[in-house]
C-alpha cells in the first residue's frame, strides 16, 4: 500500500509559478513509478508527466513541454511538479499516482492522491 499526499496547489496569475509536492508514505516508494494527472471541470483526467522509479526517464505532455518538469527524491518519499508560465488553462486539479512501471494513462497507475487545486487567473 501506498498513501500519497498532494500539497502547494493554489492561486498564482498567469505566467507565475507553482511547485506541487506529493508525499508518499507506504513501502517500496523508491520502486514505483510516478505520475502527475489534472482534472478540469467538465473535462476527463489528463496525463501530465511521468518518471520512472529509477528517475532515469521522465515524460511530460506535449501541453506542458517546456514549461512543467517532473523530478523525485527517493530518500524524501517525494516526487514533485515544477510549473513554470502558467496558463488559465492549466487550471485544474493536480492528481499524483503511482505504478509498477511508467504509465501514460490513468487506468495503469495503482495509487492516487487526494488532488491539489491550482487555479491560473488571466
Known amino acids: 500500500q501506498v498513501q500519497l499526499v498532494e500539497s502547494g496547489g493554489g492561486l498564482v496569475q498567469a505566467g507565475g509559478s507553482l511547485r506541487l509536492s506529493c508525499a508518499a508514505s507506504g513501502r517500496s516508494f523508491s520502486s514505483y513509478a510516478m505520475g502527475w494527472f489534472r482534472q478540469a471541470p467538465g473535462k476527463e483526467r489528463e496525463f501530465v508527466a511521468v518518471?520512472?522509479?529509477?528517475?532515469?526517464?521522465?515524460y511530460v505532455a506535449d501541453s506542458v513541454k517546456g514549461r512543467f518538469t517532473i523530478s523525485r527524491d527517493n530518500a524524501k518519499n517525494t516526487v514533485y511538479l515544477q510549473m513554470n508560465s502558467l496558463k488559465p488553462g492549466d487550471t485544474a486539479v493536480y492528481y499524483c499516482?503511482?505504478?509498477?512501471?511508467?504509465?501514460?494513462?490513468?487506468?495503469?497507475?495503482?495509487?492516487w492522491g487526494q488532488g491539489t487545486q491550482v487555479t491560473v487567473s488571466s
Open positions: 499516482a503511482a505504478a509498477q512501471a511508467r504509465r501514460l494513462y490513468a487506468e495503469g497507475y495503482d495509487y
Open positions: 518518471i520512472s522509479s529509477s528517475t532515469s526517464s521522465a
